[in-house]
C-alpha cells in the first residue's frame, strides 16, 4: 500500500525546514552550494561506475525486488540505482543529482551480513530521504559554506540546520520501517551499525537495548517512571545518535498512520503523539549550552574555545578553516584569528576540572561533538587531532567513541 510521505514526515523536520527556507541567509548559501557542486553528482556516480558494482536484477534479484517494493511503498518513481562498495565496514548512504538517477550505495559487508528484513529497512531510509527530498537543503555544506565576507549562515542558523538533519533522519527512519514492516527488523539494524557485530557470538538482546536506549532519551518529562540515577548518557559507548533513533521508531510502529499503512488494522498512537515523544528525545542534542546563560554554560563555553584551540594546533598549525568554525559555534566576537596557542593550551586541564565539576555530562558530551565540527573544517582529522579530542573526552568523563561515531555521522549526514 503507496502512502503520502507527509502524512508520516517528523514534525520536527517540516517545521524546521520550512523555517529554514524562509530564511534569506539560508536560500543564499545553498545557491551559492549548487553553483559550486554542480554536476557532482553525475561526478560522484562516475567514480562509483570505476570503482563499486551497480546491482543489476540479473546479478540479485532479491535486492531488486526489495528496491521495488520499496519504491511502491514509498510511491516513489524516480529512477534509482543500487551500487555496491567493497568496504569492511557497515555502511549506506544515498546521493541525488538534478538530472540523474538516485544513487544508493551500500557497502559489500552490509549486503552481506543483513537479511532481508533489515536490508529492506535500510534501503527504505535512503529512499525515504528522496521521497521527502532532503537533499534540497544540502547539509553539512548549507551550514558551512563561505562568500568572501565569510560563513554565509549565522552560528543560530548553522545550529538549526544541524538539528534539521538530525530530524530528517527520524523522517527516513519511518520511511524504512514502513519498507521493512518489521520494527524488531530495524531496531536488530540498528544494533548491528552501533556496534558493527552481526556474529551469531553475540546475541542480539533487543530489551537490554531497549534498556540503553532509556538511559539516553528518557529525560524526566517523557519517562513514564522517575529515575533516581544519573546515567542520561551511558548510551554513548556504541553510538550517539541510534538510541534515539531506535526510540522513535518503535513508537513510530504503534502509531495508527504505520498500522493501517502495514494492514494491522485501527487504533495506535496519533502522529502528534508521536512526534511529541520524538521531540522531546531530539533536545538531547540540541548544542543548548551554546545558547543558554546559565554559569554552567559559561563555563562549557569557555572550554569549548580552549579545547578547540588544542584541537585545531594538536598537527602544529591552526588553519583558518578551523578557526572560522570555531567562531561559527561561539561568535565571531568571542574568537581571535591571532591567538596565543601556548597560553590557551596551559589552560585546558584546569577548564577540564572545572567542567568535571559543575557542567552536566549532557553539555560535555556535546562539547566532544562540537569539537569534531572544528578538527574537521579544514577537510581531514588527522591522527593528532583524533588523539586529542580522545583525550579530551576520556578526561571529561564522555566515552572516546562519541568522537568517532560523531565524525562518522558527520561524513555521511544523510545516512
Given at each position: 500500500?503507496?502512502?503520502?510521505?507527509?502524512?508520516?514526515?517528523?514534525?520536527?523536520?517540516?517545521?524546521?525546514?520550512?523555517?529554514?527556507?524562509?530564511?534569506?541567509?539560508?536560500?543564499?548559501?545553498?545557491?551559492?552550494?549548487?553553483?559550486?557542486?554542480?554536476?557532482?553528482?553525475?561526478?560522484?556516480?562516475?567514480?562509483?561506475?570505476?570503482?563499486?558494482?551497480?546491482?543489476?536484477?540479473?546479478?540479485?534479484?532479491?535486492?531488486?525486488?526489495?528496491?521495488?517494493?520499496?519504491?511502491?511503498?514509498?510511491?516513489?518513481?524516480?529512477?534509482?540505482?543500487?551500487?555496491?562498495?567493497?568496504?569492511?565496514?557497515?555502511?549506506?548512504?544515498?546521493?541525488?543529482?538534478?538530472?540523474?538517477?538516485?544513487?544508493?550505495?551500500?557497502?559489500?559487508?552490509?549486503?552481506?551480513?543483513?537479511?532481508?528484513?533489515?536490508?529492506?529497512f535500510v534501503i527504505g531510509h535512503e529512499l525515504g530521504h528522496a521521497a521527502f527530498d532532503h537533499f534540497g537543503v544540502p547539509m553539512p555544506l548549507t551550514a558551512t559554506v563561505e562568500d568572501m565576507a565569510g560563513t554565509m549562515v549565522s552560528r543560530p542558523t548553522a545550529l538549526q540546520l544541524y538539528l534539521w538533519c538530525r530530524a530528517a533522519e527520524i523522517s527516513a527512519d519511518r520511511a524504512g520501517l514502513l519498507c521493512a514492516r518489521d520494527p524488531e527488523a530495524a531496531a536488530t539494524g540498528f544494533f548491528k551499525l552501533a556496534s558493527g557485530i552481526s556474529s551469531e557470538r553475540v546475541r542480539t538482546d533487543l530489551q537490554a537495548y531497549a534498556a540503553q536506549v532509556e538511559?539516553?532519551?528518557?529525560?524526566?518529562?517523557?519517562?513514564?517512571?522517575?529515575?533516581?540515577?544519573?546515567?542520561?548518557?551511558?548510551?554513548?559507548?556504541?553510538?550517539?545518535?541510534?538510541?534515539?533513533?531506535?526510540?522513535?521508531?518503535?513508537?513510530?510502529?504503534?502509531?495508527?498512520?504505520?498500522?493501517?499503512?502495514?494492514?494491522?488494522?485501527?487504533?495506535?498512537?496519533?502522529?502528534?503523539?508521536?512526534?511529541?515523544?520524538?521531540?522531546?528525545?531530539?533536545?538531547?542534542?540540541?548544542?543548548?549550552?551554546?545558547?543558554?546563560?546559565?554559569?554552567?554554560?559559561?563555563?562549557?563555553?569557555?572550554?569549548?574555545?580552549?579545547?578547540?584551540?588544542?584541537?585545531?594546533?594538536?598537527?602544529?598549525?591552526?588553519?583558518?578553516?578551523?578557526?572560522?568554525?570555531?567562531?561559527?559555534?561561539?561568535?565571531?566576537?568571542?574568537?581571535?584569528?591571532?591567538?596565543?596557542?601556548?597560553?590557551?593550551?596551559?589552560?585546558?586541564?584546569?577548564?577540564?576540572?572545572?567542567?568535571?565539576?559543575?557542567?552536566?555530562?549532557?553539555?560535555?558530551?556535546?562539547?566532544?561533538?562540537?569539537?569534531?565540527?572544528?578538527?574537521?573544517?579544514?577537510?581531514?582529522?588527522?591522527?593528532?587531532?583524533?588523539?586529542?579530542?580522545?583525550?579530551?573526552?576520556?578526561?571529561?568523563?564522555?566515552?572516546?567513541?562519541?568522537?568517532?561515531?560523531?565524525?562518522?555521522?558527520?561524513?555521511?549526514?544523510?545516512?
Open positions: 500500500m503507496a502512502i503520502e510521505p507527509r502524512t508520516y514526515q517528523a514534525r520536527r523536520d517540516i517545521e524546521l525546514r520550512e523555517t529554514l527556507l524562509s530564511q534569506r541567509e539560508v536560500e543564499r548559501a545553498i545557491n551559492k552550494v549548487k553553483e559550486l557542486t554542480s554536476g557532482y553528482g553525475l561526478v560522484g556516480r562516475r567514480r562509483l561506475l570505476t570503482g563499486a558494482l551497480r546491482l543489476t536484477r540479473s546479478m540479485s534479484p532479491e535486492i531488486a525486488d526489495t528496491l521495488q517494493r520499496c519504491r511502491e511503498t514509498l510511491n516513489y518513481d524516480w529512477p534509482v540505482e543500487i551500487f555496491v562498495r567493497p568496504e569492511p565496514v557497515f555502511n549506506a548512504y544515498c546521493m541525488k543529482n538534478a538530472s540523474g538517477p538516485v544513487v544508493i550505495v551500500l557497502s559489500s559487508r552490509l549486503v552481506e551480513a543483513f537479511n532481508p528484513a533489515e536490508l529492506s538511559s539516553l532519551a528518557a529525560t524526566p518529562d517523557a519517562r513514564r517512571k522517575p529515575r533516581d540515577d544519573d546515567d542520561t548518557l551511558d548510551c554513548f559507548s556504541t553510538h550517539p545518535y541510534s538510541p534515539v533513533r531506535v526510540r522513535a521508531v518503535l513508537a513510530f510502529a504503534s502509531s495508527r498512520v504505520y498500522r493501517e499503512a502495514t494492514g494491522l488494522g485501527g487504533g495506535g498512537l496519533e502522529m502528534a503523539e508521536v512526534d511529541e515523544i520524538v521531540d522531546r528525545d531530539l533536545k538531547l542534542m540540541d548544542p543548548s549550552y551554546l545558547e543558554n546563560k546559565d554559569s554552567e554554560s559559561t563555563w562549557m563555553r569557555r572550554l569549548l574555545y580552549t579545547a578547540g584551540v588544542a584541537v585545531a594546533a594538536a598537527n602544529g598549525e591552526i588553519d583558518k578553516r578551523e578557526i572560522l568554525a570555531l567562531q561559527a559555534l561561539l561568535g565571531a566576537d568571542e574568537v581571535s584569528h591571532h591567538i596565543d596557542v601556548e597560553r590557551v593550551v596551559k589552560e585546558l586541564d584546569g577548564r577540564i576540572e572545572d567542567a568535571v565539576k559543575n557542567s552536566p555530562l549532557a553539555y560535555r558530551a556535546q562539547l566532544i561533538q562540537h569539537l569534531t565540527v572544528v578538527a574537521a573544517a579544514d577537510g581531514t582529522v588527522d591522527d593528532a587531532e583524533l588523539a586529542e579530542m580522545c583525550r579530551i573526552a576520556d578526561k571529561l568523563g564522555v566515552d572516546p567513541n562519541v568522537v568517532t561515531q560523531t565524525l562518522h555521522g558527520a561524513a555521511w549526514p544523510m545516512d
